[in-house]
């Protein structure tokens, strides 16, 4: 398995724009991890799906972000319109069970200048 | 609520020597424990966990952690450093006291061997 995989890697983009991130988990893995890490605030997790049924968003950090899983083999995450504070290395992880560890993939790096 | 606590920024060891990396935690019910770590520009990868059994958990790359229960403590060891071990390393905790299937991240330790 190639692992999880997220595109793009990087991403630059303008204020206002918005911008969707993507990400295919392990396949047989049911659960999908959305965090984002930046120096001021570590690991943050933003939302997770179980069996593509988002189960807790609390940490979304407002309406600007969304996310969804269409399919058990790819999930989004948007933002519109994006904020030069939107900018960090977003992750997605993915897991067989909560009792076994999370994989995560490489991050996309976005700058919102 | 579950949370982490990571009391170190950073970790300085000389290659060789044995290096420990703190984490505590609190939870409501029994604990999952986790070590990761990350490299730069990767994301993070799993070196171990514990979950029941034995409190002297051995994982990926000669690391191992200890489980205590009464110092709420997991704190992750290697007895010999090497400079590849050089990274961030992040402890997280899943609360079996709840419903909440993610875990909760600590802040994160740098870790710098030196040769």
């Known amino acids: 398995d190639a692992g999880v995989i997220q595109s793009p890697r990087h991403e630059v983009t303008e204020m206002g724009q918005e911008v969707t991130l993507r990400c295919k988990p392990i396949?047989?893995?049911?659960?999908l991890f959305w965090y984002r890490q930046t120096m001021m605030r570590g690991l943050e997790l933003l939302i997770y799906f179980n069996n593509n049924v988002p189960i807790d968003d609390s940490g979304m950090p407002e309406d600007r972000f969304s996310a969804k899983m269409p399919n058990a083999s790819f999930s989004t995450l948007k933002i519109q319109p994006s904020e030069p504070r939107d900018s960090a290395v977003y992750f997605c992880?993915?897991?067989?069970?909560?009792?076994?560890?999370?994989?995560f993939g490489p991050g996309t790096r976005l700058t919102v200048l | 609520a579950q949370s982490v606590a990571q009391p170190e920024d950073q970790v300085n060891v000389a290659e060789g020597n044995p290096l420990t990396v703190k984490c505590t935690y609190s939870v409501s019910g029994n604990p999952y424990l986790f070590w990761y770590v990350q490299y730069p520009n990767r994301g993070l990868q799993f070196l171990l966990k514990?979950?029941?059994?034995?409190?002297l958990v051995k994982g990926s790359y000669g690391f191992e952690a200890e489980f205590n229960k009464s110092q709420t403590s997991f704190h992750l060891k290697k007895p010999s450093a090497l400079v590849s071990d050089s990274a961030l390393y992040f402890c997280?905790?899943?609360?079996?006291?709840?419903?909440?299937?993610?875990?909760?991240f600590g802040s994160g330790t740098r870790l710098q061997v030196q040769p």
């Open positions: 992880a993915s897991s067989q069970n909560p009792q076994l560890e999370q994989f």
């Open positions: 997280a905790v899943r609360d079996m006291g709840t419903g909440r299937r993610a875990l909760t």
């Open positions: 396949s047989g893995h049911d659960y």
């Open positions: 514990y979950i029941t059994g034995d409190n």
